[in-house]
């Protein structure tokens, strides 16, 4: 079979993402099947949306005071197969963030102006904080940034390959590393330094590692993937940044629907669903915890794939979030998008 697992694992995270991170910290993003595409060399363009405008305190969804976020996130890959077993792949990010009022977070500092930055208040000043420890305020912060983000380098090994008559049995594993390469000092219209989670990169060298399996039988596909990250010393604006230690998790199961059986057909069409998830550990910001960071999303996700002539590959899918479970008091997704494109070279 021409289809093998792949090393675009995620998630993103899915390179998704816990709070406010839009999955773009997820280093590498899904798609619609995340390990699943075609062996060689090629490129592959991926588009993604996401939207946060919903507050949560733990699983409690709080009215939103007046926050949202934008990401919209373009990646092009480059896959390169040396050996039959071995991919090489290269993840290069461009980004552009936007918000519209920041929800505060309790702990670390924030950055106000440009000689200093100042500790974050203690709530509980006012009526509403005293009667509602987890509201929290919101931010006159408009704007945002755009440009390169981080690179990632990585390499995937497949370690166990079986077929049959009927089907196809397939693990692998992944590691890499993710490159400071993006921005970390953009300034919202106003002049003050943005978010973490709204700059392009995060100043920090991460460690990337995974593993993945797939199974095909006749009509049917299911994937499997998991890839975590140990992030290193990142900065935000002019204090020292570190985000949390991640993993990011997927089950998805893919139907063939035409053609109806395997035979010289170049083109075939797939519907797919699955669940995917993201954990993510506490943050700090100039050496204080932030304690409105981390915890565990959990999404569904639908999708479509197409394959034609055995060169391109259009994908589509929606993330959709069933469950937030986050530290503190969080901005939290409303909706993610992803479409991507693949061609064979």
């Known amino acids: 079979m021409r289809h093998s697992v792949h090393a675009a694992l995620a998630a993103a995270l899915a390179s998704v993402a816990v709070g406010a991170h839009a ?3 997820c280093l590498v993003s899904q798609g619609v099947s995340p390990l699943d595409t075609v062996n060689g060399h090629g490129l592959r363009l991926t588009e993604r949306y996401t939207e946060l405008d919903r507050v949560y305190e733990g699983t409690r969804e709080l009215d939103n005071p007046g926050a949202s976020e934008r990401y919209y996130t373009t990646e092009v890959t480059g896959f390169w197969t040396p050996l039959p077993w071995l991919t090489l792949l290269g993840v290069v990010p461009f980004r552009v963030t936007e918000v519209d009022g920041h929800l505060e977070h309790r702990g670390g500092h924030h950055h106000h102006d440009e000689g200093g930055h100042e500790e974050e208040e203690e709530h509980g000043h006012d009526d509403d904080h005293a009667a509602d420890p987890a509201i929290r305020g919101v931010e006159d912060q408009h704007g945002g940034d755009g440009g390169l983000g981080d690179i990632s380098l990585l390499t995937r090994a497949r370690v166990f390959q079986r077929h049959t008559l009927t089907g196809t049995t397939t693990v692998a594993v992944l590691a890499g590393v993710k490159l400071p390469t993006g921005n970390t000092d953009g300034r919202a219209d106003g002049g003050d330094y943005l978010d973490a989670h709204l700059q392009l990169g995060s100043g920090a060298v991460d460690g990337l590692f995974g593993a993945a399996f797939s199974h095909v039988q006749g009509r049917w596909g299911v994937a499997a993937n998991l890839l975590g990250a140990v992030k290193g010393q990142g900065e935000a604006g002019n204090h020292d940044y570190d985000y949390g230690d991640s993993l990011n998790y997927d089950l998805t199961l893919r139907y063939r629907v035409s053609p109806a ?10 519907l797919t669903f699955g669940v995917a998830g993201e954990l993510r550990g506490q943050e700090t910001e100039a050496g204080s915890i932030i304690d409105d960071s981390g915890g565990h999303v959990t999404f569904v996700q639908p999708g479509m ?17 069933v469950r937030h479970d986050l530290a503190g008091t969080q901005l939290g997704e ?9 061609v064979l070279l």
């Open 261 to 270: 059986d395997v035979g010289p057909s170049p083109n075939r069409w797939f």
């Open 305 to 321: 794939q197409f394959n034609l002539g055995g060169r391109w590959l259009f994908e589509v899918s929606a993330q959709v979030p």
């Open 334 to 342: 409303d909706l993610r998008v992803v479409g991507s494109i693949t």
């Open 23 to 25: 999955c773009d910290f």
